[in-house]
């Protein structure tokens, strides 16, 4: 007789779990270094944190519309017209949990049990593990190492033709690599895409954090695709749990129906404060700068050191990074580094099942004094 679900059988993320170590030998004592998730240093601008702040001084904070604040969603559908030229109504906006309730949303509304939908590896493992939590068969298409690291319109076409699709989510910048989908190959998979009927979901969650060119929404290509994206990286709000989705018309109203029973809505207070995260670009460029000088520290050093990039550092704050010269076991690798260094980072496992036993991750979210201390320790480990 069986306890639990087969839903529950999912894998566990390993980041937080090498998270829970870190913080628990910070928590007596040891002087820890954080690079294994990919949370911002610093906190939420100052204006959202004011906003934040009267709202709770005025004290009505209660539910709001599944959708979420109808002020929020044109602020959010003013950021369309203003950073990428692409208007978006704001009917077709909905507020959530977070970018993981988006996925879960995405997920409900497009996708039966049985269905194949397809993931990039290395990726984000909560694609994989909510996929398979929800009966949905995944595919997983190799990206490979150098200059690209990324889906390609010809490796979905061959997944598809090898077993029809029904989804194909990617993300640009990539969750561990860092790699950006070119323009002209994002027009081609969203045409591949088209043709043969495949429901498209964008994780933009890391734009406006790219360092050598200025990012793209698949939205001014196909404004077909659901695009998911977050205030927890760029604008700095993680733990306030606030995210959207820009939807096709005609979906709006199913996600908003799956909403209603399974969050009500994104938290009010979360949903007030975000409308200024869009008035707080000067602060948060300041941060940006900080990402881009981390991520020249890490990409002189890691190398150096043998431990060679596996896909460039395009955007996010992320370098995945090939350890095989060191190990053939990057768990085991992680929980002695923290042990004997007090460096934590992210084994590749978590992003890539068949390969991420020789590759890790090392989140530059931090501070420049940490990364640079990170460095010094690896180089002296290693």
């Not at 949303?105 to 990726?123: C, E, K, N, S």
């Not at 990012?215 to 077909?224: C, G, N, P, V, Y």
């Not at 109203?253 to 029973?261: G, L, T």
């Not at 992210?346 to 890790?360: C, I, S």
Request: net charge negative.
């Amino acid at each position: 007789m069986r306890v639990f679900s087969y839903r529950s059988e999912v894998d566990p993320f390993h980041a937080m779990d090498v998270l829970a170590e870190a913080n628990r030998r910070r928590a007596n004592g040891a002087p820890m270094i954080s690079m294994a998730v990919g949370q911002p240093a610093d906190p939420a601008p100052l204006r959202v944190r004011e906003a934040a702040q009267k709202a709770l001084i005025d004290g009505k904070i209660g539910y709001t519309d599944a959708l979420g604040l109808i002020g929020l969603r044109e602020a959010i559908a003013a950021h369309y017209a203003e950073q990428y030229g692409v208007e978006v109504s704001p009917q077709r906006i909905a507020v959530t949990t977070g970018s993981s309730a988006a996925f879960n949303l995405a997920f409900l509304t497009y996708f039966d049990a049985g269905d194949r939908v397809a993931i990039t590896r290395p990726g984000y493992p909560a694609y994989r593990n909510i996929l398979k939590a929800l009966g949905v068969e995944v595919v997983e298409i190799g990206t490979g190492d150098g200059a690209s690291a990324n889906l390609t319109a010809e490796s979905l076409i061959a997944a598809h033709e090898e077993k029809p699709l029904k989804g194909v989510l990617f993300a640009s910048p990539a969750n561990p690599t860092g790699a950006i989908i070119e323009d002209d190959e994002l027009k081609a998979i969203l045409e591949a895409a088209r043709e043969r009927n495949i429901r498209v979901i964008s994780d933009e969650i890391y734009h406006r954090l790219t360092y050598d060119r200025p990012d793209q929404t698949a939205l001014a290509f196909d404004e077909s695709v659901t695009v998911i994206n977050s205030f927890s990286k760029y604008y700095c709000m993680t733990g306030w749990r606030i995210g959207w989705m820009v939807l096709p018309e005609e979906a709006v109203r199913p996600n908003e129906r799956i909403a209603q029973s399974l969050y009500i809505s994104a938290p009010e207070l979360s949903q007030i404060a975000a409308i200024e995260a869009f008035k707080a670009t000067d602060e948060l460029d300041i941060i940006k700068q900080r990402y881009a000088l981390n991520r020249s520290i890490l990409g002189e050093h890691l190398p150096k050191m043998g431990l060679t990039l596996a896909a460039p550092m395009d955007g996010a704050f992320y370098a995945y990074c090939d350890v095989s010269r060191f190990t053939n076991d990057s768990m085991a690798f992680a929980r002695k580094m923290i042990a004997e260094i007090n460096v934590a980072a992210t084994p590749g496992l978590d992003f890539d099942p068949l390969e991420g036993h020789r590759t890790m991750r090392f989140s530059y979210a931090g501070t420049a004094d940490e990364m640079r201390e990170a460095m010094r320790r690896l180089e002296g480990w290693l």
